[in-house]
T-cell receptor
């Protein structure tokens, strides 16, 4: 039981490049979400999904795309990377909404955009 | 706007000393409240949560938190800090938003002196 896994751990991009951050969970959780963590700002929700085929925007969705074709996977796509997207990205999953169900976090991806 | 504030960005305590980390929330009603810990290079782990009832809640690793409605606070405490408690601590809240996700404070980094 690996929990929530994220790849890669580290990534450096040039402005304008695109890439996909991978997230997978093996707990059969319906809810998955992506956060970015910036110093002094805590974690901010980018996109979330309440089940396969269903996604919605969070607080800071601009510049990011998501899809949820399976229960297990929830990739985050950067369409055209910008220096403002330099951050640490966390994927999380839970069996239901965050109020009553513990969110399990992956180890994070540290992204630098030059 | 709904928000969670952690006034202290950094706190340093000596090993064996007591600890209190502050958290204030700004919501229309009493939200559900959480404390998470992030060890270096790791994802977030849930320490404890408050939904209703007893205002003093116990968590893992010897932590507790007290909900005070009159002060809109949910401070985290530990009677005797261990060196392994050095980490970043996040307060979070939920008040039934459409995304069913959490709003995080900016975090408090705890350093422990030997």
């Amino acid at each position: 039981n690996a929990g929530v896994t994220q790849t890669p751990k580290f990534q450096v991009l040039k402005t304008g490049q695109s890439m996909t951050l991978q997230c997978a969970q093996d707990m059969n959780h319906e809810y998955m979400s992506w956060y970015r963590q910036d110093p002094g700002m805590g974690l901010r929700l980018i996109h979330y999904s309440v089940g396969a085929g269903i996604t919605d925007q969070g607080e800071v969705p601009n510049g990011y795309n998501v899809s949820r074709s399976t229960t297990e996977d929830f990739p985050l796509r950067l369409l055209s990377a910008a220096p403002s997207q330099t951050s640490v990205y966390f994927c999380a999953s839970s069996s239901g909404g965050a109020a009553y169900n513990e969110q399990f976090f992956g180890p994070g991806t540290r992204l630098t955009v030059l | 706007a709904q928000s969670v504030t952690q006034p202290d960005i950094h706190i340093t305590v000596s090993e064996g000393a007591s600890l209190e980390l502050r958290c204030n929330y700004s919501y229309g009603a009493t939200p559900y409240l959480f404390w998470y810990v992030q060890s270096p290079g790791q994802g977030l782990q849930l320490l404890l949560k408050y939904f209703s009832g007893d205002t003093l809640v116990q968590g893992i690793k010897g932590f507790e938190a007290e909900f005070k409605r009159s002060q809109s606070s949910f401070n985290l405490r530990k009677p005797s800090v261990h060196w392994s408690d050095a980490a970043e601590y996040f307060c979070a809240a939920f008040e039934g938003n459409a995304g069913n996700m959490l709003t995080f404070g900016g975090g408090t980094r705890l350093m422990v002196k030997p």
